[in-house]
T-cell receptor, first 112, second 115 residues
Framework: DAGVTQSPTHLIKTRGQHVTLRCSPISGHKSVSWYQQVLGQGPQFIFQYYEKEERGRGNFPDRFSARQFPNYSSELNVNALLLGDSALYLC???????????FGSGTRLTVV | QQQVKQSPQSLIVQKGGISIINCAYENTAFDYFPWYQQFPGKGPALLIAIRPDVSEKKEGRFTISFNKSAKQFSLHIMDSQPGDSATYFCAAAANSGAGSYQLTFGKGTKLSVIP
C-alpha cells in the first residue's frame, strides 16, 4: 500500500511569494495533519483536518492556511513567504482524528 | 514554551550497547506518548507508543518506561546497531478539544551507533 504522499519533494521560492503544498493520505485515512520541521528541531503542529473540517490549529500566523478535499487529500498554503518559513513541511494521516499518525517524507521548502 | 523536554541532544553508543533517551513533560492532560525515528531526508516513523496507564512497553529491542508521577518517560534501545543511527523524537498528545490530537515533539536526539 502507498504511504502518505507529498508533493513536491523540494521547492525554492522567493520572499513574498505564495506556495501550495499537497498531501495524499493513506487510503482510508480521514484525518490529515500538517507539521513544520525547522532544521535541527522537532516537528511543530500547524493544522489538523478530519472529515474536511478543521479540528485544530497551531501557533502559526494567518499566512498559513489549509484545506481538506472530499477525497481526503489536503493542501497547505503559505502566503507572503518569509525566510523563516524555510523548513521541512510534513503531512501525517490517520484513520481517525485520534492517534497513530503516519508521516510522509515531507516537502523541503527553501525561501530565498 | 517547550512542553516536552528531551535529552540528551546527541548520543554515541557502541554496537551492542544500550541507548537511553529521556523526556519530561509538563501538561498533565497528555495521554499518549509515542517515539519516532527519523532518518535524513525522511519523515518521522512511529517506533513505539505508550499510554499513562502502563509503566512499561516493550517491542523487540525497543522499550518505553513511563513514570506518571515524575512526568517522565524514556526510550531504551537494547543491543544497539549501526542501523539504529538516526534522530529520535519523543512526543506527547492530548485531546485539545473538537477531537483534535496534536503531537507536541521534543527537540530530538541524534543517535550514532559505532561499530
Amino acid at each position: 500500500d502507498a504511504g502518505v504522499t507529498q508533493s513536491p519533494t523540494h521547492l525554492i521560492k522567493t520572499r513574498g511569494q505564495h506556495v501550495t503544498l499537497r498531501c495524499s493520505p493513506i487510503s482510508g485515512h480521514k484525518s490529515v495533519s500538517w507539521y513544520q520541521q525547522v532544521l535541527g528541531q522537532g516537528p511543530q503542529f500547524i493544522f489538523q483536518y478530519y472529515e474536511k473540517e478543521e479540528r485544530g490549529r497551531g501557533n502559526f500566523p494567518d499566512r498559513f492556511s489549509a484545506r481538506q478535499f472530499p477525497n481526503y487529500s489536503s493542501e497547505l498554503n503559505v502566503n507572503a513567504l518569509l525566510l523563516g518559513d524555510s523548513a521541512l513541511y510534513l503531512c501525517a494521516s490517520s484513520f481517525s482524528a485520534a492517534y497513530g499518525y503516519t508521516f510522509g517524507s515531507g516537502t523541503r521548502l527553501t525561501v530565498v | 514554551q517547550q512542553q516536552v523536554k528531551q535529552s540528551p541532544q546527541s548520543l554515541i553508543v557502541q554496537k551492542g550497547g544500550i541507548s537511553i533517551i529521556n523526556c519530561a513533560y509538563e501538561n498533565t492532560a497528555f495521554d499518549y506518548f509515542p517515539w519516532y525515528q527519523q532518518f535524513p531526508g525522511k519523515g518521522p516513523a512511529l517506533l513505539i507508543a505508550i499510554r499513562p496507564d502502563v509503566s512499561e512497553k516493550k517491542e523487540g529491542r525497543f522499550t518505553i518506561s513511563f513514570n506518571k508521577s515524575a512526568k517522565q518517560f524514556s526510550l531504551h534501545i537494547m543491543d544497539s546497531q549501526p542501523g539504529d543511527s538516526a534522530t529520535y523524537f519523543c512526543a506527547a498528545a492530548a485531546n485539545s478539544g473538537a477531537g483534535s490530537y496534536q503531537l507536541t515533539f521534543g527537540k530530538g536526539t541524534k543517535l550514532s551507533v559505532i561499530p
